[in-house]
């Protein structure tokens, strides 16, 4: 049952970097025209001109409103075999594990929206599988540093809160893939 919840999860990621590949590959040409224009209409900027870039996380709210997690109704039942096998392999306990399968299988409606605005920024991503599990992404230096509670609005997650941080510091997640764990 572990190595079928670790299945889910990476075709789950695979899903979220195929959609980014598309999505860039079709604003490439878009970005290239605005990049061209810009540099024709503007004088080019000193290093000292440049300001880190913050995320404009209007863009991604949901407008969705938070339910309470201490009454949320799971898809994914408090004793069930996916919630024991994530509570055991991460040592936590089985509400942490129920909700935390929840938002990470949730998260790529969050990720997808905060890629939409870091393009060729965007340098990793990770989940913490802690009791208030929250989405890393990792940047180049160009985006702010900043954070948002992100309240998930697909029918899966309603209302859970996805807490994002990014983190410029050009790094590659620290968080192991499933398939570099081991034992």
Known sequence: MAKRLINMLIISAAGVWMLSGCNNADNANSTA???????ETQPAASATDSAPTAIDWTRIDSS???????NYQYPFALDSQNVR?????FKVD???????????MASNEALSKVLDQL????????????KDMTLIIHTTPDIAASSYDYVLAGDFAKGLILP???QPDGKES?????GEVQK
């Open 33 to 39: 025209q605005q990049d061209s224009a810009q540099a």
């Open 64 to 70: 969705e409103k938070a339910a309470n997690r201490d």
């Open 85 to 89: 096998d994530y509570a055991g392999y």
């Open 94 to 104: 089985n509400a942490t594990a129920q909700h935390n399968l929840t938002i990470s």
């Open 119 to 130: 393009s060729t920024s965007y340098v990793s991503h990770g989940l913490t599988d802690t």
């Open 164 to 166: 994002i941080v990014i």
């Open 174 to 178: 620290d968080v192991k893939g499933h």
